[in-house]
């Protein structure tokens, strides 16, 4: 619990951190908001009442003040661009985005954990080569290749499932696991190529362990020795590369919800990009940030729910 | 003990990798309630002998030959998995080497131990499973058993470690335990009491025991009977007292003159190194390193003998000690080493300490400090040899690295070479050599580059010269030089980093353990070269080690070291004969000794 408590103050310490720096970034960038509403015609008059109605003209550290206090609220203010508050678009945006990254992770974890075990279960074995082989393939083929790849094969030619688009889970449960299936798979696939590999080599090093003989001098079976004494050992580097890989998985899916039309994050953001939206950019990449920041607090948690030796530090 | 068919019956047994025969055709048999040994260096196939028996080998390794348990159809050797899981801490129990690496970090020790009663039938409640490891570990003697069987392995010292994997191993009252090199990671006092744990079951329940270790001390304080391995075969078999007092095979005489580290006499090392597998020859596998050989020993003598044992020699009924391995020397009185009336120390040490930060009692609390040194005084005068001994935790590796100038005191302060205002690890500085000559050598570089490390002109002809001249002197041909370490044995890459740490002509060298990870056939050369080296030189010289044999070879003045503190420094001999401090009796005492019952009986006992 303390520890809990412990890495909850670093986690919004960095939030913060990272917010200024997400902040300052887009701060040093030329041009300003105001201009880009008003276009390339406006009176410099009227760029500077508009600075003054959005704020602009403020000193930056004012204007970053102010905008963290609002996150803290969960306001994340109000688009100049569209005029309509970023916090509720970019909430319904993560929630598409979310439901990916875990259908992708989840279907990355059901092809690693097999073939990764598997592979170094066979290593010595034609069949643990030629799934070696696959992974390795697997890890050279780029998402959004996998992706166009999957939408020929069921969409185009077998017309099983659509192409692109979205319909929210509220809506039709049906439709939108449908929907999820293409993208999830084209975002683990690859995902799940590259862990097991580390699976396969964590589970090689865990064999070779001496507990793993112990565990058999006491009369278990080989596979109960690996599933018993094995996996619980593997379990720490894999998390390591897990939590890395669903920080990979949060950017894979900008790329992926371009290819399928789905209205993501990554849409959201791509779609700010082009509209020099600052403030909703300033917005999705906090967001992005904290998730990472999450994704890595938790793997510290379960580093010690797996491994007893870690608890005590 | 001998009533009935033999426990254990292995016949014909061979491992082979893909490429080598690591194991040559052995058999034996052991009875109900014996206990054999097994004796030999690495390489020897001991280890995988034992494994073999289980079914244990690696995935790349195959058996052949047959081994057969009583009262069980099976050839253990051809069995299936099921089958042989069935057997495999049920009627036979394991015991491992390394005690750290054998259990499972992320179980509690009880889980562990009672893992191997559920696997075999009964399944007991969580509670009963805990009452049960309770039991196991308080009949091996763990003080607070129900505390240790909760706990989790990193928790546990060594020893309490090596007392849950034997409680592992017995779980079940096998018939037989196997136990390799069960003791060898473990301090002396530690060892001899998991020797006599196993000793006691065994004597107790009747439980047979096959003990597989390269210490003779240790497996004649054991073992009934012997068995001598060289390059994968018995070369000598036999009841301990027998083998040890007389005996017959050149290895294993070779073996035990080497093996005597009592100064005074000259123990001559083995010629030669212990061969890789793939490098034996055809015939007899000793002969290119023995004295006896001559061209009968290109063909495979038979192992032939009857009740007293058996040899495997063309030449065994040559007696008496062997030319070229044992002389026959006059004791040499240890030259005990005096202080030079107006000699200063080259390196000194008054009040060393160190702490560490230990572990918080309360959450918030302030962080207690742990002293791992405290206090040390320590000079070395040129030509001088000092020996740290002590267990694991008393602080020899600290004061150590401190003495090497790698870690900063807490306290106190080191006067000599590698410390401002003293010369560098140049000339007249300081040199270390390090436990592991595997670890610590750079695998990329050649032997060339390697020596030549530390010198100031590395790539001068001068410096060229100086590497053979240096590989000349801790006894390695000149070709050496252009090859990398993995291509020498464990002996010759020691050898390797002696000649490194020589050659900028320190004035200290430091040696951590610089035997501990060698044979015991080339052990004594190692020593032997320490030795020679630094007297030549008029080096000082501070070995650390737990061999305590070790340090009464070598040096010339001793430091006992416990939990930090010094308890006892003097000349060598005279603490040896006349300890003045409880610990260091105690460790003494611990340290197995060979003993060779005269007469009848095998029942070996320590010295006392």
């Known amino acids: ?313 | 003990m001998n009533a009935g068919p033999p426990l254990l019956e292995v016949t014909d047994l061979t491992v082979d990798s893909q490429a080598t025969r690591l194991v040559r055709g052995v058999g034996f048999t052991v009875g109900r309630g014996e206990r054999v040994g097994i004796i030999g260096e690495s390489g020897s196939g001991k280890s995988l002998t034992a494994l073999a028996a289980l079914g244990l080998l690696d995935d790349g390794l195959r058996a052949g030959g047959s081994v057969r348990l009583a009262g069980e159809e099976l050839d253990l050797v051809s069995a299936s998995d099921r089958a042989l899981s069935a057997i495999r801490g049920k009627r036979v129990g394991m015991v491992f080497q390394e005690p750290m690496s054998a259990l499972n970090p992320v179980y509690r020790l009880g889980t562990q131990i009672t893992e191997g009663i559920r696997l075999h039938g009964t399944r007991p409640t969580r509670r009963a499973g805990h009452e049960a490891a309770a039991e196991l570990l308080e009949r091996l003697k763990l003080p607070d058993p129900h505390r240790a069987a909760r706990a989790y392995p990193h928790q546990l010292s060594g020893g309490q470690r090596q007392r849950g994997v034997l409680a592992i191993a017995l779980a079940n009252d096998p018939d037989l335990l196997i136990c390799d090199e069960p003791t060898t990671a473990l301090d002396v006092t530690v060892q001899k009491e998991i020797t006599d744990l196993i000793v006691g079951d065994s004597e107790q329940r009747g439980t047979a025991v096959l003990f597989i270790s390269h210490d003779l001390a240790l497996v004649s304080s054991v073992c009934h009977r012997v068995l001598v391995m060289y390059g994968g075969r018995i070369v000598e078999s036999g009841p301990v007292h027998r083998v040890l007092s007389a005996p017959r095979h050149p290895y294993t005489r070779a073996l035990l003159a080497t093996s005597d580290l009592t100064p005074g006499t000259r123990p001559r090392a083995i010629p030669g190194i212990v061969p890789a597998p793939g490098d034996l020859q055809a015939g007899c596998g000793f002969s290119n390193r023995c004295a006896l050989a001559d061209d009968k020993c290109a063909e495979l003598p038979p192992l032939l003998g009857g009740a007293e044992g058996a040899v495997a020699c063309w030449h065994h009924e040559v007696p008496g000690a062997l030319p070229g391995v044992r002389q026959p020397s006059a004791p040499q009185a240890q030259a005990s080493w005096e202080r030079p009336a107006d000699g200063e120390p080259v390196l000194s040490a008054r009040g060393l300490t160190r702490r560490y930060p230990g572990r918080r009692v309360r959450r918030l609390g302030r962080r207690p400090t742990v002293s791992v040194l405290d206090s040390i005084d320590l000079d070395l005068y040129a030509g001088q040899r000092v020996g740290v001994v002590g267990e694991s935790g008393a602080g020899k590796s600290t004061l150590l690295r401190l003495l090497a100038g790698l870690d900063r005191p807490s306290g106190g302060r080191v006067l000599g070479p590698g410390r401002p205002g003293g010369p560098g690890r140049g000339a007249g500085g300081l040199q270390m050599v390090f436990q592991d000559p595997m670890g610590s050598l750079d695998p990329r570089q050649r032997v060339r580059d390697i020596v030549a490390e530390p010198l100031p002109h590395r790539g001068s002809p001068a410096a060229r010269e100086r590497v053979l001249e240096l590989l000349a002197a801790v006894g390695l041909p000149e070709e050496a030089a252009g090859r990398y370490p993995h291509q020498f044995s464990g002996g010759q890459r020691q050898r390797i980093a002696i000649a490194r740490a020589l050659a900028p002509e320190p004035a200290v060298l430091l040696a951590d353990e610089p035997v501990s990870a060698l044979d015991v056939s080339v052990r004594a050369q190692v020593l032997d070269l320490l030795r020679t080296a630094t007297a030549e030189r008029d080096t000082a010289l501070c070995v650390i080690s737990h061999d305590l044999g070790v340090i009464r070879y070598l040096c010339d003045t001793v430091l006992v070291l416990r939990d930090g503190k010094a308890v006892e420094t003097g000349p060598v001999e005279s603490v040896w004969r006349a300890p003045k401090h409880p610990y260091t009796e105690q460790l003494l005492a611990a340290v197995p000794q060979l003993v060779i019952p005269d007469g009848e009986g095998s029942e070996a006992r320590r010295a006392p």
Not at chain 1, 47 to 57: H, I, K, P, Q, Y
Not at chain 1, 80 to 90: A, D, F, L, N, S
Not at chain 1, 150 to 166: D, N, S
Not at chain 1, 225 to 249: D, F, K, W, Y
């Open chain 1, 1 to 313: 619990m303390y520890l809990i408590v412990r890495k909850t103050l670093t986690l919004l310490v960095g939030a913060f951190a990272a917010s200024f720096v997400v902040f300052c970034c887009l701060a040093v960038l030329p041009g300003n908001a105001a201009e880009v509403a008003l276009g390339t015609n406006a009176t410099p008059d009227a760029v500077a009442r508009l600075s003054e109605e959005f704020g602009t003209d403020r000193p930056l550290l004012t204007q970053y003040a102010d905008w963290a206090l609002g996150l803290l609220h969960g306001d994340f203010g109000t688009s100049y661009v569209t005029h309509e508050p970023i916090g509720p678009r970019v909430a319904d945006r993560f929630g598409v985005t979310l439901w990916l990254v875990a259908g992708g992770m989840l279907v990355a974890l059901l092809i690693a954990l097999p073939a990764g075990v598997l592979s170094a279960a066979w290593h010595r074995k034609p069949r643990g080569t030629l799934l070696s082989a696959l992974s390795q393939a697997g890890i050279a083929v780029p998402a959004f290749l996998a992706g166009l790849l999957l939408v020929y094969v069921f969409a185009v030619r077998a017309g099983a499932l659509p192409a692109g688009g979205y319909v929210p889970l509220a809506e039709d449960p049906g439709e939108w696991a449908r929907h999820l299936v293409l993208p999830c798979l084209s975002l683990g696939l690859v995902q799940g190529a590259a862990l097991s590999r580390y699976v396969r080599s964590a589970v090689l090093s865990v064999q070779r362990q001496d507990y793993m003989r112990t565990a058999r001098a006491k009369g278990a079976r080989r596979w109960a020795a690996l599933c018993r004494h094995g996996l619980p050992n593997a379990a720490v580097p894999v998390l390591t590369v897990l939590g890395l890989q669903l920080s990979a998985l949060l950017v894979g899916a900008i790329v992926v919800e371009r290819v399928f039309v789905i209205p993501g994050l990554g849409d959201l953001l791509l779609r700010a990009v082009a509209d020099r939206d600052l403030l909703l950019i300033q917005g999705v990449v906090t967001v992005l940030v904290v998730a990472v920041l999450v994704v890595n607090l938790l793997t510290d948690v379960l580093y010690r729910v797996v491994d007893p030796r870690l608890r005590s530090r």
